[in-house]
Nanobody
Framework: QVQLVESGGGLVQAGGSLRLSCVPS????????MGWYRQAPGQQRELVAT???????NYADSVKGRFTISRDNAKNSVYLQMNSLKPEDTAVYYC????????WGQGTQVTVSS
């Protein structure tokens, strides 16, 4: 079992920045892939970014060049730095861990006003 605790969401104006944090209940070094997904009202949950245990990253085309996923083993945390935010980035953002199965955090709301 892996519990995930997210923080860092909020309300920001278009063009602004936010940083999301996710802390798992076990060492991130033992988790193959961690990532962030988002779900807007009335839409399916979609991939935002993932990072492997050796630091390989993958991004949705819609966030490339604006978002950066990173991990800090010393702080046992994964981050999503979001810059140049757009109203269409508004969604609930979920932290995900792939450790034999998928685990999800409770979600954190990100709202970008125009």
């Amino acid at each position: 079992q892996v519990q995930l605790v997210e923080s860092g969401g909020g309300l920001v104006q278009a063009g602004g920045s936010l940083r999301l944090s996710c802390v798992p209940s076990r060492s991130i070094a033992s988790i193959n892939v961690m990532g962030w997904y988002r779900q807007a009202p009335g839409q399916q949950r979609e991939l935002v970014a993932t990072i492997t245990h050796i630091g390989g990253t993958n991004y949705a085309d819609s966030v490339k060049g604006r978002f950066t996923i990173s991990r800090d083993n010393a702080k046992n945390s994964v981050y999503l730095q979001m810059n140049s935010l757009k109203p269409e980035d508004t969604a609930v953002y979920y932290c995900n861990a792939k450790f034999y199965q998928n685990y999800w955090g409770q979600g954190t709301q990100v709202t970008v006003s125009s």
